[in-house]
T-cell receptor, first 121, second 110 residues
C-alpha cells in the first residue's frame, strides 16, 4: 500500500519552457502532499506543501510564481516550473502523507514518488 | 545548528557485518522519526519509523530512539551488498513537515 506515482520521470527541454510534473497517490487519499528538490550529493530540500482545496504554502526562498502548485483532488498534485532555466535543473520529488486515521498527523509517514529528473538546456 | 545531523560517512562495512548509523536532532518537541533509504538516482524509500523511546526491530533493521538525548540510530544487521545506499534520517517538525539529515552513504563490501 501507500504508493505514490510521479510523472514524468525525466524531462529534457530548452530554457524558457514550462514543465508540469504530476504526483498521484494511487491507493490512499492525501490531503497533504509535499514537493522537494534535491541537488547532486545533497539532501532533500522542502520547496512547498500542497494542500487539497487550498493554496500551497512555500518555504522561505522558494518563488511561488515560478513553482506553481495545484492540488485539485485528494489524489493529485501538480508542480509547474514556469519559464525554466538551467539553474532549475534538479531532481524533483513529491511525497504524500499517509493519512491513516489511526495515527495522529505527526506520526503519519511520508511516501515518495519516484522523482522527476529535470534538465534544462 | 542544523535541525538534523547524521554521521557524515561514507561508511564501508564487510558483508555480514553490522552497519551503525547515528542521527541527532535539535527540536526537543519532535515526536516521530523516520529512516529512509535512497539508492543512487532514486527517490527515498521508508524503511523504519519510530515514535517511542527504546528499540524497534523490523527484520535486519533496528531503530533506537532516545528523546532525552535527542538521538536516533539505525542498525543494519547481516549487511548485504543490496543495502548499499544513502540512509536519510528524517524528523517530524512541530508543523508536521519533515526535516532531513544530509544522509550517510553505506557501502557493503562483498
Amino acid at each position: 500500500g501507500a504508493v505514490v506515482s510521479q510523472h514524468p520521470s525525466r524531462v529534457i527541454c530548452k530554457s524558457g519552457t514550462s514543465v508540469k510534473i504530476e504526483c498521484r497517490s494511487l491507493d490512499f487519499q492525501a490531503t497533504t502532499m509535499f514537493w522537494y528538490r534535491q541537488f547532486p550529493k545533497q539532501s532533500l530540500m522542502l520547496m512547498a506543501t500542497s494542500n487539497e482545496g487550498s493554496k500551497a504554502t512555500y518555504e522561505q526562498g522558494v518563488e511561488k510564481d515560478k513553482f506553481l502548485i495545484n492540488h485539485a483532488s485528494l489524489t493529485l498534485s501538480t508542480l509547474t516550473v514556469t519559464s525554466a532555466h538551467p539553474e532549475d535543473s534538479s531532481f524533483y520529488i513529491c511525497s504524500a502523507r499517509d493519512g491513516d486515521p489511526r495515527r495522529g498527523v505527526g506520526n503519519q509517514p511520508q511516501h515518495f514518488g519516484d522523482g522527476t529528473r529535470l534538465s534544462i538546456l | 545548528q542544523k535541525e538534523v545531523e547524521q554521521n557524515s560517512g561514507p561508511l564501508s562495512v564487510p558483508e555480514g557485518a553490522i552497519a551503525s548509523l547515528n542521527c541527532t536532532y535539535s527540536d526537543r518537541g519532535s515526536q516521530s522519526f523516520f529512516w529512509y533509504r535512497q539508492y543512487s538516482g532514486k527517490s527515498p524509500e521508508l524503511i523504519m519509523s519510530i515514535y517511542s523511546n527504546g528499540d524497534k526491530e523490523d527484520g535486519r533493521f533496528t531503530a533506537q530512539l532516545n528523546k532525552a538525548s535527542q538521538y536516533v540510530s539505525l542498525l543494519i544487521r547481516d549487511s548485504q551488498p543490496s543495502d548499499s545506499a544513502t540512509y536519510l534520517c528524517a524528523v517530524n517538525r512541530s508543523d508536521y513537515k519533515l526535516s532531513f539529515g544530509a544522509g550517510t552513504t553505506v557501502t557493503v563490501r562483498a
